[in-house]
């Protein structure tokens, strides 16, 4: 579709009647865009451009960024063993059977046997952390250890990924700097900054944030890995900040679920209507 505000109708519209759905439909919003989008990417022309895309993948960070602003470091500690055993088996369990399975069984090569291991082996935080916001699980502490069990079973997906496929140059480097001395700067300057800033109309705060997700996110980008780590990272770093302001974690919210995440989700969908 070649009108762009036409083309806008259509994805908002596919979103708007997935929300009217789910009044009757007990699922996630989430879940019901991506069959509403495998659907419709069957029936009409759902052709994914660039401002598409791109809307997309920024909602796919910034829903990642709100998943890890979530988890609260004091249910941790409680629950560390909880969180470490459900993470690590939830990466594990399923890399080394499919891995196996894909070789000894099917006879893959390693390489491809590898593959198949990592991409059944992660986790859709967005998802989880979708569903969890609609049920309210997300307020409670059982909520809390699964999305950080979920931190580190993607953790896990990361680092097989950086071992099999990284390429270990110039930009890798300076992008694990960068990502570090961001996230040790910003739980202290963040709460000094949001305070000189105040609140105003213009969200200065939540400009700031996305000004910190998008550079880490270009510097992931350039270093061929994922967007989405530096946000997940970042909303950790921060959640002290945004547990104690809910008021801006809800306006940050409102924004990704109002416009960016219908696209994420009802492109999934489209995408995987082209293999119907």
């Known amino acids: 579709m070649e009108n762009i505000w036409f083309a806008s ?4 519209g596919l979103a708007l009647l997935a929300a ?7 699922v996630s919003i989430a879940l019901l865009e ?16 660039p401002w598409i895309n791109y809307l997309a993948g920024f909602g796919a960070i910034l829903l990642t960024f709100l998943a890890g ?6 249910v941790i500690r409680r629950h560390f063993g909880s969180t470490m055993s459900i993470g690590l088996m939830g990466f594990f369990a399923p890399y080394l059977g499919v891995l196996f399975f894909a070789h000894f069984v099917s006879g893959w090569p390693w390489p491809q046997a590898q593959i198949a291991g990592i991409a059944l082996s992660t986790t859709s935080v967005a998802v989880v952390y979708a569903v969890m916001v609609e049920t309210g699980f997300n307020q409670t502490e059982i909520g809390k250890i699964i999305l950080a069990a979920c931190f580190v079973n993607d953790l896990g997906t990361v680092l097989a990924l950086g071992v099999v ?23 202290k300057f963040t709460p000094w900054f949001f305070s000189w800033v105040g609140k105003r109309v213009s969200e200065p705060q939540i400009k700031f944030v996305l000004l ?5 996110g270009g510097m992931s980008n350039t270093a061929k ?14 959640a002290p900040v945004f547990l104690k302001d809910r008021e801006l974690m809800n306006r940050v919210r409102v924004i990704a679920f109002t416009v960016l995440t219908p696209f994420y989700f009802l492109k999934a ?3 995987s209507a082209s293999r119907w």
């Open 269 to 271: 969908g489209s995408i």
């Open 20 to 26: 009217v759905m789910q009044n009757w439909v007990a």
């Open 69 to 74: 602003a979530e988890i609260d470091v004091n």
């Open 225 to 238: 890995s994922e967007a989405v780590l530096p946000a997940y990272l970042i909303g950790i770093v921060l």
């Open 212 to 216: 910190m997700l998008f550079f880490l």
């Open 34 to 49: 991506i069959v509403i989008g495998a659907i419709a990417g069957n029936l009409i022309d759902l052709t994914l451009t």
């Open 9 to 12: 109708a259509v994805w908002i």
């Open 165 to 187: 496929f990284a390429n270990y140059n110039i930009w890798m480097i300076s992008f694990g700097i960068a990502t570090v001395v961001v996230l040790l700067a910003l739980p």
